[in-house]
C-alpha cells in the first residue's frame, strides 16, 4: 500500500528566503551573535574543505530521503545561527513553523589510532599550516584525508543528531540542511574541521617535517566499512532554550608560588635582571608577528579582510596565523572574525 505525506501548501523560494531573512533579523535583535549561513549563488561549498565534507555526507544519500529538501533549505537561508565547538555542532533552523527548531549534532572524537596513521600519512608531504587549510595538498594526502573509516572525516555511526521538530527517527531536513551548512563553514574556516574532531591541525605540520617512512597506502589498510541504516541515532530533545552558540571549553591553570629565596640570592637574580642585554640582530618578522602587532595595536579590534589588506598576505597564511596566536594565547576572539591583544 502506497504511503501518504501531508504536504504543506506552496512556498515559491522569493517567498522562503524571504521568511528566513525576516526569522533571521528577528532572532538576531535577541542573540547578537547568531551565525547565519547565507551563500552566495546554489554552490554550498566552493574550497576543498567544503566540497570533501559534502562529499562524505552523499556517501549515505541512500539512507537520506530528505538531502534534497536539506540542500533546498541551506540554499534559501534557513540556517538561522549554526556554531562549532568541541565534537558539537549547534544551530537554529526555520522551518515551515513560525517558531524556527533547535538543532544539536555530536560528532565523535577521531580514535587515536587513525590520527596517529594520519600523522605518519602526512610525513613529508605537507609544506605548511597554510596549504594545509588552503586544501593545496597532493593526491595521495586528499585520499588519505577521505578514506573512510580511517580519514579526518566522520561515518554516519560517529554522527548523533536531534532535532526538536516533529518529524520523528532519523534525519530530517533541518539536520541536513546543518550538516550542508557546516560544508559552507569550512570554506570560510577549515580548522573548523579539526575543532570538530578534536584534534591539532598542527601535528600534522609537525610530522610533515619528518623524513617519510612509508606512503600512505601502506601506513593505513583500505577500508571502505558499509553504512548501516539508522546508525545514526537520535538523543533526547533538546531542552535549552535560547540561542545555539555553545560555551567554548576553559582549562584552568594552577599557579604554584616559588619558594622563598634567601636576600643575596635575590639581589644577585635582580642585579642580573638589571645588565644590559647584549643586541642580536633580528630579522624580519614571521607572518604570525605581523598579524599579532596588528591585532595588538588595534584598541576596537581588527577582523581577517582589513589583515589582509594591511599585510598583503593571502587569507590562508592569515588564518594560519591567527590559528596559531590564539593557540599560543597572544590574542583573543571578541566576535566572530574580530580579534584583539589577549
Request: glycine residues 8%; contains cysteine; aromatic residues 6%.
Amino acid at each position: 500500500m502506497a504511503s501518504w505525506h501531508r504536504v504543506g501548501p506552496y512556498e515559491s523560494v522569493a517567498l522562503r528566503e524571504a521568511k528566513a531573512e525576516s526569522a533571521r533579523k528577528k532572532l538576531q535583535k535577541k542573540y547578537p551573535n547568531i551565525r547565519p549561513v547565507i551563500l552566495k549563488g546554489r554552490v554550498i561549498a566552493h574550497g576543498w574543505w567544503g566540497q570533501a565534507w559534502c562529499q562524505n555526507l552523499e556517501r549515505y544519500a541512500d539512507f537520506m530521503p530528505h538531502i534534497e529538501q536539506g540542500r533546498s533549505y541551506v540554499r534559501y537561508g534557513a540556517v538561522l545561527d549554526l556554531q562549532i565547538a568541541r565534537g558539537l555542532i549547534t544551530a537554529v533552523v526555520q522551518g515551515s513553523r513560525e517558531r524556527p527548531y533547535k538543532i544539536q549534532i555530536h560528532v565523535d572524537r577521531m580514535a587515536p589510532a587513525d590520527w596517529r596513521l594520519l600523522r605518519q600519512g602526512c610525513r613529508g608531504r605537507l609544506d605548511s599550516l597554510e596549504s594545509l587549510l588552503a586544501g593545496e595538498l597532493p593526491k595521495p594526502l586528499t585520499d588519505l584525508f577521505q578514506r573512510q573509516g580511517q580519514g579526518l572525516f566522520p561515518l554516519a555511526d560517529e554522527i548523533h543528531f536531534e532535532c526538536t521538530c516533529p518529524e520523528g527517527e532519523g534525519l530530517c531536513k533541518h539536520l541536513l540542511a546543518v550538516l550542508y551548512g557546516v560544508g559552507a563553514r569550512l570554506d570560510e574556516s577549515p580548522e573548523l574541521l579539526f575543532l570538530l574532531r578534536q584534534v591539532d591541525p598542527l601535528e600534522l605540520v609537525q610530522s610533515a617535517a619528518d623524513a617519510p617512512e612509508q606512503a600512505p597506502g601502506e601506513a593505513v589498510a583500505e577500508t571502505a566499512p558499509a553504512f548501516r541504516a539508522g546508525a545514526a541515532r537520535r538523543r533526547r530533545p533538546v531542552k535549552a532554550a535560547g540561542t545555539s552558540e555553545a560555551a567554548p571549553l576553559r582549562r584552568r591553570r594552577i599557579v604554584v608560588p616559588p619558594a622563598p629565596q634567601p636576600a643575596a640570592a635575590v639581589e644577585a637574580t635582580q642585579a642580573k635582571k638589571r645588565r644590559p642585554a647584549a643586541e642580536t640582530p633580528k630579522g624580519p618578522p614571521s607572518p604570525t608577528e605581523k598579524v599579532v602587532a596588528l591585532i595588538q595595536r588595534s584598541a576596537q579590534g581588527i577582523d581577517t579582510a582589513t589583515l589582509q589588506r594591511r599585510t598583503g598576505l593571502s587569507v590562508a597564511v592569515i588564518r594560519a596565523a591567527v590559528y596559531t596566536a590564539l593557540r599560543k594565547g597572544l590574542i583573543r576572539r571578541v566576535g566572530w572574525g574580530l580579534y584583539k591583544g589577549a
